[in-house]
């Protein structure tokens, strides 16, 4: 009876360490990309740098939104403190300030690989001519 009481402890502290090691998720992701994904921006924008679709074409990917903004344009843009084109940002922004700037200082970061993936693929062409 002890031999099955030892083996059932065991095999449940077994168990349980597997499902709490199997919950712990690896964070890879930045975390401007969760509160992109978290406030539902990918639900309007792509971010195709970024691995972000959406079935949306009326707006604009972002991926390159750092190489015609500056931080603080952006930041108010979001905001709805600023106007492209007569135009205010569709949707309010419900997030804490900080994760605004964690937001926009990713989406001014991704810019720079847009830019310098647009770069390659034009240096590409031109090697191939």
Do not use: R
């Amino acid at each position: 009876m002890k031999k099955i009481i030892s083996y059932l402890l065991a095999l449940s502290f077994i168990v349980i360490t597997y499902g709490f090691q199997s919950n712990i998720k690896n964070d890879d992701e930045p975390a401007g990309k969760k509160i992109f994904i978290k406030n539902k921006c990918s639900s309007c924008h792509a971010l195709k740098v970024a691995n972000i679709t959406t079935k949306k074409d009326k707006y604009p990917d972002l991926s390159d939104v750092g190489t015609k903004y500056d931080a603080e344009f952006l930041t108010k843009w979001i905001l709805k403190e600023v106007t492209i084109n007569d135009a205010t940002h569709m949707k309010s922004y419900k997030g804490s300030d900080e994760d605004l700037k964690v937001l926009v200082g990713w989406l001014m970061s991704l810019s720079k690989d847009a830019v310098t993936d647009t770069t390659k693929v034009m240096n590409d062409k031109v090697d191939d001519k």
